[in-house]
């Protein structure tokens, strides 16, 4: 990223930011807060070979497996962990595990104020671990991806504690 004096400025993790369709509307999504680990693995799938004419292997990206990995401190109130807590707790299985997902990037701010670079994603909730910790009662698991990434644009009129998602 560079300002508009052409110096390039660090971007804090803080800078990008999750929402979940909480209530399952499809329109409004809820900022994912009380999150203490939530990182982001591609697992890119490799096809590699070496051909006989060449010394070393050469490899090409055929595919992804993402998956978030995601750990936080149960708040009561927070429709987002409320429904991560349900499907961890009562063991939902298949399409009851789906959640929608948009990551926004702050620090990508378009022309139109209050709107930023969003993707949105489909994914599965896959929970590991609850009660974890003495301090607070913590949840851990990973979203694993379940469709294609739309690229779009995502619009708050609350200071992000809310958006709404318009695709490209």
């Not at 399952?24 to 680990?37: A, H, L, W």
């Not at 739309?150 to 200071?159: C, E, F, I």
């Amino acid at each position: 990223m560079t300002t508009a004096d052409g110096k390039k400025k660090l971007v804090g993790r803080h800078k990008r930011v999750a929402f979940m369709d909480a209530t399952g509307d499809g329109k409004n999504f809820t900022r994912m807060t009380g999150f203490t680990s939530m990182s982001d693995g591609k697992n890119a799938t490799e096809y590699s070979r070496q051909y006989v004419d060449e010394a070393s292997e050469r490899s090409d990206v055929v595919g992804y497996a993402p998956s978030v990995d995601y750990e936080f401190d149960l708040y009561t109130n927070d429709p987002v962990q409320a429904r991560i807590a349900e499907i961890t707790d009562d063991e939902l299985i298949g399409s009851d595990t789906q959640v929608t997902i948009v990551t926004v990037d702050l620090f990508d701010e378009k022309q139109v104020e209050n709107t930023c670079t969003a993707r949105k994603r489909d994914w599965n909730v896959i929970p590991d671990t609850e009660g974890d910790g003495t301090d607070a009662l913590i949840y851990k698991g990973s979203f694993k991806a379940s469709g294609n990434i739309t690229k779009g644009t995502a619009t708050t009129t609350d200071g992000w504690e809310t958006c709404t998602f318009a695709a490209e």
